[in-house]
């Protein structure tokens, strides 16, 4: 008998209806004599309206209120799912963070998982129930409600599994699997059958959104396997797993895009000591997380420096830079909301020379002008025109012939 955790997004649980198909779901999983822990996030849409009714009482609402009334949106679908399953038959419970001793820090909105006591769960599932637990919230110390920040009930999930020591924590969602890319933007897009945590990180801090990030960096740690697949079909989805010797072999095996970032350029800063500390501490202080960054080497004691920002914080880091450069002495501050940021991802780039040419000679071919680039050992990312992100997209595709099946993936 084993033990599987499985976790259901917002729009498998978007009506009574599916909520229902999900309990069948689930109990076919028990019924082939499984133990089922099964996480659930809010209807789909529902933590958004929680959202802006706060928004509607107040601009500043307090992080604390704000997370007792989000965090809900996963009481209701507890509930209902734990009916449904009792409704056709079998045992259910349900249980919120708190019953299911959740532990957190103290940030609310954004709260780290700390410590998962399993004795509640394991009670109930010793009583041969299906259970039922709630997705994105927490308990800190002094016994507040906590949430884990959009998207955290995939982290609920892999935590929980990974508590249990569950044998795969299954995410069950509105797509198939992982994609070599954006199947919206690009029809040749392949599900791959795995992928690296590694690679996964990458992608979803790149722009993929399948999987919340925190939630692969938990799976990593503890190795917890994830399986990503649909709530709509059988079919098998993707596997995210440790590295093994096959996914080496692959120079590339996703490309990812992001248009939510923007350019921001300081030209003709001092070159001189404490000049990025003067441009960035207030940056940081802000709430502002500062992306790409380059410097150029100096002409004559000046240098320009390029970074990015997210498109949302883009007004407000221009304020702060505009006196920030009056005070360094630096020229001008220059901005470009227009970019967009595509990357290509995988652990074959670590042993393989080649691969950045590839794609620069990719772009050129397009027409495409690069106007930053970053690396890591496992990506190259180019900054464009936001305009031409489809294309570029589509042309990386193919020029790593991403359509095509791997050997041993
Ligand atoms: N309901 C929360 C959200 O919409 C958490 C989740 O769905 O994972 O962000
Ligand atoms: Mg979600």
Known sequence: ????VQKYGG?????????RDVARRVIETKKEGNDVVVVLSAMAGETDRLIRLAQEMTETPAPRELDVLISTGEQVSIALFSMAVQSLGYKATSLLGFQATIYTDHSYGRARISEIDTRRIMEEIRKDKIVAVAGFQGLDEQGNITTLGRGGSDTTAVAIAAALKAQVCEIFTDVEGVYTTDPRVCSKARKMKKVSYEEMLEMASLGAK??????VEFAKKYKVPIHVRSTFTDKEGTMVLPEDKSMEKILVSAVTYNKNEARITITKVPDKPGTAVKIFTPISEAGVVVD????NTSAEGLTDLTFTVPKVDFKK???ILKKVAKEIKAERVLGDENIAKVSIIGLGMRNHAGVATTMFSTLAREGINIMMISTSEIKISCVIDEKYTELAVRALHDAFHLDEEPHGR
């Open 292 to 295: 790409m960054i380059i410097q």
């Open 1 to 4: 008998m084993s033990l599987v």
């Open 11 to 19: 729009t498998s649980v978007g009506s009574i209806e599916k909520i």
């Open 317 to 319: 880091t221009m304020g």
């Open 210 to 215: 399948v999987l919340e990030i925190r939630s």
